[in-house]
């Protein structure tokens, strides 16, 4: 059963920090290119960051220099470690797991976990 299950979001002050996780299973994780989107309400589900099976990475301008992302093949988990956060920042954060396949590729979502900057 293909499954991806984020953790670490919730509330925190500007300029503060989080980490979020994303626990995989059911799947070859470490073939997949890992990515983190966010959705803030009312706006469509944007690109935060992407990481390649080789560790090659690439983020979302507005996030630049304050967001990590980084994964660890050995627990399944990929990682997303926010700094410096902003107000508009606040969104649910997904993790998607992708892998070009013969026939059909592969694509999986969990399900998500609120980040709320806000004083």
């Known amino acids: 059963q293909v499954q991806l299950v984020e953790s670490g979001g919730g509330l925190v002050e500007p300029g503060g920090s989080l980490r979020l996780s994303c626990a995989a299973s059911?799947?070859?994780?470490?073939?997949?290119?890992m990515y983190w989107y966010r959705q803030a309400p009312g706006k469509e589900r944007e690109l935060v960051a992407a990481?390649?099976?080789?560790?090659?990475?690439t983020y979302a301008d507005s996030v630049k220099g304050r967001f990590t992302i980084s994964r660890d093949n050995a627990k399944n988990t990929v990682y997303l470690q926010m700094n410096s956060l902003k107000p508009e920042d606040t969104a649910v954060y997904y993790c998607?797991?992708?892998?070009?396949?013969?026939?059909?590729?592969?694509?999986?979502w969990g399900q998500g976990t609120q980040v709320t900057v806000s004083s």
């Open positions: 998607k797991a992708y892998q070009r396949r013969l026939g059909k590729d592969f694509n999986a």
């Open positions: 059911g799947f070859t994780f470490s073939s997949c290119v």
């Open positions: 990481i390649t099976s080789v560790r090659g990475t």
